[in-house]
């Protein structure tokens, strides 16, 4: 029957030769109908937008570097003169009137003398000055003003000329003032910096800023040195262009056949401060010696993206970052492209995936059309090749996760594939070792040995331990009136549920039983907060468990079992002991003694719980105890102070009178007053430590102790 099943190799071989097959004839119908549609969809509608977009900010900022050329090359060749000021002044008017996005241009210059130790220019005394054109107000349409400062007999002048809004050259005269409160510009930053000999000749962006002419006009500037015809230095020329007009990218639809086109276009920094505005409640902000648009009424996905870490990973050597992230259940793309030649900015872009998925799909949707019986052969036999396999990995899976949490519980395998036909039947057979082993070691220490995948060795350690034994009293006289099957049966039923309370309700370890006695531990071989306290709590629920089972239909009206306990707390060797090859868990030591010599005693003071005085100082405060006697157990000589079990504290009141009269009738005993002790115990003989007391003190009346008796009581028996 086992050699009809095929293997999960065979399944999957079949499977992917098929696949194979199937897939090559797909991807070649698929892949020439396609592959150009999803190129343009993934790389071309993001990657190129943002380049295009990139492209137009970049032509946009290079304007100022084209000025700037075309000054310096028509300086070269002569064809105005830079120091005539109506030939400069005629040459700037003509460069801000053809280009509507020039917000100002000036030229500020000088007579370099040299080079100090820092590489800062050095101008001679005289010869300086500037001369500034500019747009009246921040609309490309307002008239083009001048201003020219200059020195004169050893002072500063400015001169301005007013146009009005037809933009005449000459149309205004220049109005001329002098005052010392005009300003050196060649100490200007715009001037000093470009003018180092670090910057000689090259052009130096500054950032978004109000303009030097004043708040309320936002630009941006390009500093860059110019020579006269000889290659001397002729001063810095620095053309200033709106930022409107770079805002304006955020308008930009990258597919302008789609009025609902999605995307958010953004301009921002490496920080993820905004450069371009996206709504009209957005405001400048000055941050260090720029300005940024506030982010606070950006849309929520532009906020996320500004804290995407892709922003970060913009350089020069990967200008471009694809990324994505979920806002609202909803998946957007993202996309990062370094601006060259601008001040660190990035553009982005964020789109809705679905934008994207959408277009694909329905391109999909078309092809699929073409294919449809082949991907509907290949959904079906994969739907139902993964369902089975998964089918078979839950069983799998499942009876290792038994396994795992101890369910050994026996089960049949079943499944239709040989491979896992027998690994679950190698998974039985191991749950039916584990059980086998946990009836025989404390299952405590099947799984500490299963976790932690060690062999047992040879040995122990000292370990403080709280250790039980019970036995049923007169048990071999119950054996003789029982038959073998009903004694059987109800021993086993008996221990079960001693069995229960003990391991599986108060987390303790059966060590081994003993006929129809039962060791049990605490504290070992797991560790367990308050055992001694845990253990007397088990006595008391073996103790009430096993009544409810005497009274119950279970018990079939046989003889009741009277269980005696003996609980002892001491530190012992715990470990495993035995021959190297056949091993035993349990714990060795004195204490393992005296707690089954408390056991014995029981049948001494007619009592069902003993306990030493370890457990009682450990529990005291939790249970109430009755002090019984000093007594040297079978096999010692010094004395050990033993207690009775009572119950939880207050839970027995009845007892509170009778436990009085014993402890002052102990007392008694103690002294030799063995006369006081009895007429003490006379109306309660029906307490056994009492009757038991009371016929010792009758003993001791008739012959008295020697004088060198110390109250210790000899057992002699176990």
Aim: hydrophobic share 40%.
């Amino acid at each position: 029957m086992q050699n009809r099943r095929i293997t999960l190799a065979q399944l999957f071989s079949m499977s992917l030769i098929m696949l194979v097959v199937l897939l090559g004839l797909l991807f070649y119908l698929l892949y020439h109908s396609s592959q150009a549609s999803i190129i343009q969809a993934s790389d071309n509608l993001r990657s190129a937008a943002s380049r295009e977009l990139v492209e137009k900010v970049s032509s946009y900022l290079n304007q100022a570097k084209s000025i700037e050329e075309n000054f310096q090359a028509e300086i070269t060749h002569q064809v105005f003169e830079a120091k005539d000021p109506i030939a400069l002044e005629t040459f700037l008017f003509n460069l801000i009137l053809t280009n509507s996005n020039i917000s100002e241009i000036s030229l500020t210059f000088g007579e370099q003398i040299g080079y100090d130790t820092e590489g800062n220019i050095k101008l001679a005394p005289t010869g300086r000055g500037q001369m500034i054109l500019f747009r009246a107000t921040n609309q490309s349409f307002a008239p083009i003003h001048t201003y020219y400062v200059y020195q004169k007999n050893g002072q500063w002048v400015s001169k301005v000329r007013l146009r009005s809004a037809q933009n005449d050259l000459f149309g205004t005269p220049l109005t001329q003032e002098t005052t010392h409160m005009i300003i050196d510009p060649t100490t200007n930053p715009t001037f000093t910096t470009p003018a180092n000999q670090e910057f000689a000749g090259q052009g130096i962006w500054s950032d978004l800023h109000w303009s030097q002419l004043g708040k309320g006009r936002v630009e941006v500037s390009l500093q860059k040195t110019v020579t006269d015809a000889k290659g001397n230095f002729l001063g810095v020329l620095r053309v200033g262009l709106f930022e409107k007009q770079i805002n304006k990218i955020s308008q930009f639809k990258i597919n302008p056949h789609d009025p609902s086109d999605p995307h958010i276009i953004f301009i921002t920094d490496s920080s993820g401060e905004l450069i371009t505005g996206l709504s009209a409640q957005d405001t400048l902000r000055p941050i260090e010696d720029n300005l940024r648009f506030s982010s606070s009424h950006a849309p929520p996905q532009v906020q996320l993206a500004l804290k995407n870490p892709s922003l970060k990973k913009v350089t020069e050597a990967m200008p471009l970052q694809l990324s994505q992230f979920n806002y609202q259940g909803k998946t957007y793309l993202l996309t990062y492209r370094e601006i060259q030649g601008s001040q660190d900015w990035i553009l982005g872009i964020v789109v809705p995936q679905s934008y994207y998925v959408g277009h694909l799909l329905a391109m999909r949707n078309k092809l699929l059309l073409l294919t449809g019986c082949i991907m509907l052969g290949l959904c079906i036999g994969g739907y139902f090749v993964q369902r089975s396999l998964k089918i078979e990995q839950k069983k799998i899976i499942g009876k290792l996760i038994e396994m795992h949490n101890f369910d050994f519980r026996p089960s049949q395998p079943r499944s239709s594939y040989l491979d896992v036909y027998e690994i679950l039947s190698s998974i039985e057979l191991a749950k039916t070792a584990m059980r086998a082993m946990s009836k025989y070691v404390p299952i405590a220490l099947v799984r500490q040995l299963y976790q932690s995948q060690k062999e047992p060795v040879l040995g122990g350690e000292m370990q403080e331990v709280s250790i039980l034994f019970t036995d049923i009293q007169n048990f071999t006289s119950l054996s003789e009136k029982l038959s073998v099957n009903e004694l059987a049966a109800a021993l086993g039923i008996y221990l079960r549920l001693m069995t229960q309370v003990i391991q599986n309700i108060r987390q303790g370890v059966i060590d081994k039983y003993i006929g129809d006695g039962i060791m049990a531990l605490w504290n070992a071989p797991t560790p367990l907060a308050h055992h001694a306290r845990v253990a007397c709590q088990a006595v008391l629920d073996c103790n009430a468990a096993l009544q409810e089972l005497f009274a119950s239909p279970q018990w079939r009206n046989l003889p009741r079992f009277n269980t005696r306990f003996g609980l002892h707390l001491d530190r012992v060797m715990v470990g495993h002991f035995g021959a190297p090859d056949r091993l035993s868990f349990t714990v060795i030591g004195n204490g393992v003694n005296i707690a089954s010599r408390l056991e014995g005693l029981n049948k001494q003071y007619g009592t069902s719980m003993l306990v030493s005085e370890d457990i009682f100082k450990a529990t005291k405060d939790f249970f109430d105890f009755r002090f019984l006697d000093l007594v040297a157990v079978k096999g010692k000589t010094e004395g050990i102070n033993v207690y009775e079990l009572i119950g939880k504290i207050g839970e027995n009141p009845e007892m509170r009178d009778v436990i009085a009269k014993y402890s002052q009738a102990f007392q008694a005993y103690r002294s030799r007053h063995f006369t006081e002790a009895r007429l003490l115990l006379k109306d309660q003989l029906g307490d056994g430590p009492s009757h038991t007391l009371y016929t010792r003190c009758s003993l001791f009346i008739e012959n008295p102790p020697p004088d060198s008796w110390d109250g210790i009581y000899i057992s002699t028996v176990k």
